[in-house]
T-cell receptor, first 116, second 115 residues
Framework: GAVVSQHPSRVICKSGTSVKIECRSL??????MFWYRQFPKKSLMLMAT?????????EQGVEKDKFLINHASLTLSTLTVTSAHPEDSSFYIC????????????FGSGTRLTVV | AQKITQTQPGMFVQEKEAVTLDCTYD???????LFWYKQPSSGEMIFLIY??????QNATEGRYSLNFQKARKSANLVISASQLGDSAMYFC????????????FGTGTSLTVIP
């Protein structure tokens, strides 16, 4: 079946530093990648949608300069949290479109970011 | 208006019993897809079941079935013969329009299976 590998699974970083999260489709080409943020015991909030080779489309209220999304290839999309602050601590998860598995959507395993 | 509504923040069920998790949706698009995901404490989103808006029959996948009532715009998940491992958050989600469009997620239901 389709697999999306998301790394790292957990990361702790210091305030002011940047963190890069990778989502890689292992056995299919991810034409579209969705990035979500989830607060504890809350639902998934869509942050942005990226298509390979083009700029990401950000949801209202999401800072483009803070959450940099790159989808440079059909198998890799990255989310970089720049100048991280404690309020950026959250669970980030990606979902890839490109395989018929899961009726078109395959989720990564998520990244738990803690900014100290 | 909310696209997906899950009105049960928390549910309890006795092991081996069946449980129904409610989900209602709101869309004017005739083409849509409804999904249920399980999210254990580890955080991964596990796909459970899918129902397309044009599907005539209710979807079933093992112990999971989807009670699809189109006129009422409801897509309830039924878990039969609950197991301790079913304890998790459950999210209902909808895709409007064609495959590739974004999802709308509900707020989730926390299910606890009691031994």
């Amino acid at each position: 079946g389709a697999v999306v590998s998301q790394h790292p699974s957990r990361v702790i970083c210091k305030s002011g530093t940047s963190v890069k999260i990778e989502c890689r489709s292992l056995d299919f080409q991810a034409t579209t990648m969705f990035w979500y943020r989830q607060f504890p015991k809350k639902s998934l909030m869509l942050m942005a949608t990226s298509n390979e080779g083009s700029k990401a489309t950000y949801e209202q209220g999401v800072e483009k300069d803070k959450f940099l999304i790159n989808h440079a290839s059909l198998t890799l999309s990255t989310l970089t949290v720049t100048s991280a602050h404690p309020e950026d601590s959250s669970f980030y998860i990606c979902s890839a479109r490109g395989s018929l598995a899961g009726y078109g959507y395959t989720f990564g395993s998520g990244t738990r970011l803690t900014v100290v | 208006a909310q696209k997906i509504t899950q009105t049960q923040p928390g549910m309890f069920v006795q092991e081996k019993e069946a449980v129904t998790l409610d989900c209602t949706y709101d869309t004017s698009d005739p083409s849509y897809g409804l999904f249920w995901y399980k999210q254990p404490s580890s955080g991964e989103m596990i796909f459970l079941i899918y129902q397309g808006s044009y599907d005539q029959q209710n979807a079933t996948e093992g112990r999971y079935s989807l009670n699809f009532q189109k006129a009422r715009k409801s897509a309830n998940l039924v878990i039969s013969a609950s197991q301790l491992g079913d304890s998790a958050m459950y999210f209902c989600a909808m895709r409007e329009g064609p495959i590739g469009n974004q999802f709308y997620f509900g707020t989730g239901t926390s299910l606890t299976v009691i031994p």
